[in-house]
């Protein structure tokens, strides 16, 4: 090999060093791409908590109104075991899953209604002091409901799984169910229009969050703790949702043979 040919960079190196350097960009930029997933605020316990009680709440009302009260029953005792999940979830879930970190007293509620919206600044990642209060009305409409329903008879077709156990009561107990109804439907509609607001005005979408578990804004555009939870907690919630169902629908068995 001559010495022209020694002082001339190898082809193999050169291929191998542009090989490298497009590798590297490629990573870089998938790590670009993982920063722009957005924060992660809602566990996988309380996002299968939301979609279960949506589903359930739905069969509860169409199951009503076609006279289904086998499923509507059944439905009934599934409401009421998320119910009971979410309020100990409250406890023992993630970040913002937490009553103490997102349940704000009433001055509190009245200072952030009064205080104008700064649009540039970040949005607190989880749930916002009024949004708050609809978790809570939600869950005890909800829960009050399902308790209702298991004393509740129709006195000819249906009885409550518990209605034998306070039969001077279940008359009461059906009306108050059957009031509660619409309670329930103007809490529905009101978050169902929080959810167009926060589309369509604020331009943050917050159905695809809970799907997700990842809020919709850019990094930089939303603040706030992270809501991942560990592999034994997740595990934790999942047994317990499961315990609970369980639970609620052996509830029938107490119901007498006659």
Known sequence: MSRAEKGKPDMSETMRAEQKQSDNTKADNTKADNTTDGLLVWDLPLRLFHWGLAAAVVTNVVTANIGRMDIHERSGLTVLALVVFRVLWGFLGGHHARFANFVRTPRVVLSWLRSPSDATAPRKAGHSPLAALSVLALLAVTGFMAMTGMFASDGILFDGPLAHLAP???????????????????????????????????????????????????????????????????????????????????????????
């Open 168 to 258: 001077a009561q279940s008359e009461a107990a059906t009306k108050i169910h059957h009031r509660a109804k619409l309670a329930l439907i103007l809490l529905v509609v009101m978050h169902l229009l929080a959810i167009l607001v926060y589309k369509f005005g604020k331009k943050i979408n917050l159905t695809r969050a809970m799907v997700t578990g990842r809020a919709s804004e850019a990094p930089g555009r939303i603040s706030g703790a992270d809501g991942k939870i560990s592999r034994d907690r997740l595990m934790l919630g999942l047994a317990l949702m499961a315990a609970l169902q369980v639970a609620a629908h052996a509830v029938p068995l107490l119901r007498p043979a006659w």
